[in-house]
């Protein structure tokens, strides 16, 4: 064998003297002529110099990866680069061009770079990927002639190239007084498997320490891994069996438990559920992560039964993997574990329930979502509303008659939720229950799930609605419904009928409230007729309703009962209304804008009142609104509502009047006591001055 490997060593140099002798690239073919240019360029490259050269040459080359007979001639040349005197960084480069077009001819010159600590690392990249047995060969007759990070380099190649030939040289390196070199090879085994480095890795695991062992124990992982996918489960188990072995290592043993179950699939479950009651936290924890992945008829139902077996974290954990599994037949522990004495089992078996749950999991869902608070009642919420499956709908209905008030608020509340439209005629008599808070919860759901044909229905409940928060919440639904409308003119239509029959006081205000939410221009005379309702609510109700028009249509009607008025809470209800309507049409001319606001100032009974007219005021960006607070700065119960009014309206005229603003603001300095609106004042007449 001696004699054999020297005859090979032989051969190996002969064949580097020959091609040694061979670097003329004058008979290139006339096609190949570029390449010779380029690398003659190439051949004084220096890192960080321009690279077009190398790019040239690389998209010279890149045309002929199809063409192996093309290929063979640019090799050459290439070959004979790299026996040249070419700088590094140039041999660098066609290395890597060798590690994509190179073949087993370029083995003896890159064997002789291999060598060479200087070009080592650039041969070995490039031999790496050249496919053949020649490589592997080569790569194991320099082993023994290299040391240090060469030595290593080459290790490393074998390694992942797996080349099983190597593994016997390998394997006597596990022990090499070079630490680098005896983890190279450890890690070489790992990744070459096979036969002789599993058993070499055996024994290494019992007559090392330290970080060699850990690197040990890893490849022998990783032997065994290897052993799974070339389908030799048995083998494999009895690796990671050892590996397993209590005193390993916690990542050792995780990876081992992994292997266990790909290694026995049919005795997952069994693997899986044993670890988990063993109670070890660490191996437990990482069972139950498996708990996700492993498949099997059987297997839920074992891993559900050990449930109760766990501590509360360990239960929280399988909860949750048994939820991502989707398994049903987990459902009757993920019950039971709802009514632990443990809040967080609590809550992790009432989030499994989203998953896992069916009709029969309604009620118990909905008596948590009752009793409990907090994040408990939180996800007792959401699993009920995520249910899903045949009759969950159908069983929250049927459910909401029996139940008591606050099951049922929850019931209506999923209802809700969960957009189930067919409930509204359960929600309607759920709208009259004895319970107040079962009345508001069922208007609120009704605002979601109701549609314009129960606009009648919701109307008639309106009008006998006694309790005040129920009144506006049913007010409130009435408006998000009867929007729904795509015609905003026949919006109001249903409620305008049900006023002229309504006489009942409270009835005849919620419906006038409703009209003015709505906004239906239709509804005007109506609402005009309530404002010469003798009664003082009905009054009002109407003016509200007018203030809360969307356009500045109504500012007349609300003008007049400012003027005429004797109630001095319809006065101000009214003006306000005024002071919010005027400042809503932008289209209006500025003069008529500025009018009204006259007319509302003129009408203002008192300070209170005035206020409320700069106040709306200051929103018109214009300089006649300017001129119009700055009258009242000399005023001074009304000083520092008109300064506010005039800084606030000098932000949108200082540029298009600049010396006229800047006078108005000099008024403030002068007139206003309040230091904050005297700041503000002089920064707005500095930025004036800086124009």
Same mark, same amino acid.
């Given at each position: 064998?001696q004699k054999?490997?020297?005859?090979n ?12 002798t ?6 290139l073919?006339?096609?190949?002529q ?9 051949s004084?490259y ?8 190398l ?6 080359i890149?045309?002929?990866?199809g ?15 790299l026996r ?5 960084a ?7 061009q060798?590690s ?9 010159t ?8 200087a070009?080592?690392?650039m ?13 592997e ?6 082993l023994s002639?290299?040391?240090?990070k060469?030595?290593?380099g ?9 080349d099983?030939?190597?593994a ?5 390196l596990?022990?090499?007084?070079? #630490?680098?070199?005896? *983890? /190279? $090879?450890?890690s070489?085994l790992?990744?070459?498997a &096979? ?5 070499? @890795? !055996? ?14 124990l890893?490849?022998?992982?990783s ?10 489960r048995?083998?494999a188990?009895?690796v ?8 390993e290592?916690v990542?050792v ?5 992994r ?5 026995a ?8 559920v044993?670890?988990?009651e063993?109670?070890d #936290?660490?191996?437990? *924890? /990482? $069972? ?7 498949? &099997?008829?059987g297997?839920t139902k074992a @891993? !559900? ?8 974290t ?11 599994r ?6 009757p ?7 632990s004495?443990?809040?967080n ?40 509303d995520?249910l ?8 929250i209905?049927?459910?909401i ?12 509340r ?22 107040s808070?079962?009345?508001l919860?069922?208007f ?16 008639n409940?309106?009008a006998d ?6 009144r ?9 419904v009867?929007?729904k409308i795509?015609?905003?003119n ?13 006489k009942?006081?409270?009835g005849r205000?919620?419906?006038?409230s409703v009209?003015g ?7 005007l ?11 003082v ?13 969307p356009?500045g ?7 007049k009962?400012?003027?005429t ?8 209800l009214?003006?306000?209304?005024v002071?919010?309507?005027v400042?809503l049409?932008s289209?209006r ?11 509302a ?20 960006k ?11 700065l000399?005023?001074?119960?009304l000083q520092?509502?008109a ?9 949108a ?13 000099e ?7 309040n230091?904050?609106?005297?700041k503000?004042?002089?920064e707005?007449?500095n930025?004036?001055?800086s124009?």
């Open positions: 064998m054999s490997k020297i005859i060593i032989a051969l190996l140099v002969i064949g580097c003297f020959l091609l040694l061979n670097t003329s690239t004058a008979d073919p006339e096609e190949l570029p390449l010779e240019k380029a690398l003659a360029v190439i004084t220096e890192y960080g110099r321009n690279s077009e050269s790019t040239e040459l690389a998209d010279f890149r045309p002929a990866y063409s192996p007979q093309r290929l063979k001639q640019i090799e050459k040349p290439l070959l004979a680069f040249s005197d070419a700088t590094l140039g041999k660098q480069f066609i290395c890597k060798l994509i077009i190179g073949s087993e001819e370029a083995v003896p890159l064997v002789v770079m291999l060598t060479e600590t070009t080592s690392d041969a070995r990249y490039a031999l790496e990927r050249i496919p053949g047995s020649a490589v060969q080569a790569f194991r007759q320099v002639k290299t040391s240090g060469t030595k290593v080459i290790i490393n190649s074998l390694g992942r190239r797996r099983v030939e190597s016997a040289a390998l394997c006597s596990i022990y090499d007084s070079e #630490p680098m070199v005896a *983890a /190279a $090879a450890v070489a790992g990744r070459i &096979g036969a002789e480095a599993t058993k070499a @890795l !055996a024994e290494a695991k019992e007559q090392t320490s330290g970080k060699l062992r850990l690197l040990v890893n490849a022998y992982l032997c065994a891994d290897q052993l799974v996918a070339q389908g030799e048995s083998g188990l009895a990671y069996e050892q590996l397993y072995a209590a005193g290592p990542p043993r995780i990876a081992a438990l292997g266990r179950v790909a290694a699939p049919k005795k997952a479950g069994e693997i899986i044993n670890v988990i063993a109670d #936290p660490v191996t437990q *924890a /990482a $069972a139950i992560a498996l708990v996700r992945e492993v498949s &099997g008829i297997i @891993l !559900a039964e050990s449930l109760d077996k766990l501590s509360a360990g239960q929280v954990q399988l909860l949750s993997a048994l939820a991502d989707g398994d049903r037949d987990a459902l522990a993920v019950v039971n574990a709802a009514k004495t443990d809040e089992v609590r809550i992790t078996a009432l989030d499994a329930l989203a998953a896992l749950g069916d009709a029969s999991s309604v009620n118990l869902l909905a008596q948590a979502a009752s009793s409990a608070r907090g994040a408990e009642q939180k996800t007792a919420r959401r699993s009920l995520r899903r499956g045949p009759k969950i709908d159908q069983t209905i049927a459910s008659s029996q139940a008591e008030p606050k099951v049922k608020i929850e019931l209506i999923s209802i809700s939720r969960r957009n189930i439209y067919t409930a509204v005629k359960t929600l309607l008599k759920t709208a009259k229950d004895s319970d808070k079962v009345r919860a069922s609120k759901a009704l605002k979601t799930i109701a549609d314009r044909k129960d606009l009648p229905a919701l109307v409940l309106l609605v006694q309790s005040g928060s129920v506006n919440e049913a007010e409130g639904t009435i408006v998000a009867a929007n795509p015609d905003r026949r919006r109001a239509e249903v409620i305008l009928a049900k006023l002229a029959s309504v009942e006081v409270t205000c919620s419906l006038l009209l939410k709505i906004a239906d221009d239709s509804s005379p109506a609402i005009r007729t309530a404002l010469k309702d003798k009664n609510e009905v009054k009002s109700a109407a003016i509200r309703a007018l203030s809360e028009w356009t249509q109504p500012v007349a009607d609300l003008l009962v400012v003027r008025s004797r109630n001095e809470t319809h006065r101000v009214a003006l306000r209304g002071v919010r309507l400042g049409d289209s001319p500025e003069k008529e804008t500025i009018k009204m606001y006259r007319q100032m003129g009408l203002a009974s008192n300070v209170s009142e005035k206020k409320m007219v700069l106040s709306g005021l200051a929103n018109i214009s300089y006649a609104a300017l001129q119009m607070a700055a009258a009242y000399e005023q001074k119960a520092q509502e300064g506010m009014a005039v800084i606030k309206i000098a932000e005229t200082y540029l298009s009047h600049p010396q006229r603003t800047r006078d108005i603001l008024k403030v300095l002068r007139f206003g006591k230091d904050s609106l005297r503000r004042a002089q707005m007449i930025k004036i001055k124009l």
